[in-house]
């Protein structure tokens, strides 16, 4: 079984930065795609940014320029480096994690964390 455990999160003025954390802990093995995505209430959850295991990274087009994913493959950790923020990019984050324990695959989700973006 695989945990995320997520951290970060919080209360910034627009403009400002915030940066996000989640390790994955437990029966890990491997770990190959890590994510960061988003869900407003009434609305469903959408994909902020990827991050592979070999460091192949992919944005969506509201963040690109603004936020930077990476990882850290030896503590099984992936971050998000939020600037400029937005209004609209409060929303609740959740950490996804995909690979294998020595069993079998996992596909894991973190708790979430709050981000609201005060004008």
């Known amino acids: 079984q695989v945990q995320l455990v997520e951290s970060g999160g919080g209360l910034v003025q627009a403009g400002g930065s915030l940066t996000l954390s989640c390790a994955a802990t437990?029966?890990?093995?491997?770990?190959?795609?890590m994510a960061w995505y988003r869900q407003v209430p009434g609305k469903q959850r959408e994909s902020v940014a990827v991050?592979?295991?070999?460091?192949?990274?992919n944005y969506a087009d509201s963040v690109k320029g603004r936020f930077t994913i990476s990882r850290d493959n030896a503590k099984n950790s992936v971050y998000l480096q939020m600037d400029s923020l937005k209004n609209e990019d409060t929303a609740v984050y959740y950490c996804?994690?995909?690979?294998?324990?020595?069993?079998?695959?996992?596909?894991?989700w973190g708790q979430g964390t709050q981000v609201t973006v005060s004008s």
């Open positions: 996804n994690a995909r690979g294998f324990t020595p069993r079998a695959p996992f596909d894991s």
């Open positions: 437990g029966s890990v093995f491997t770990v190959n795609s």
């Open positions: 991050i592979t295991s070999i460091g192949t990274t």
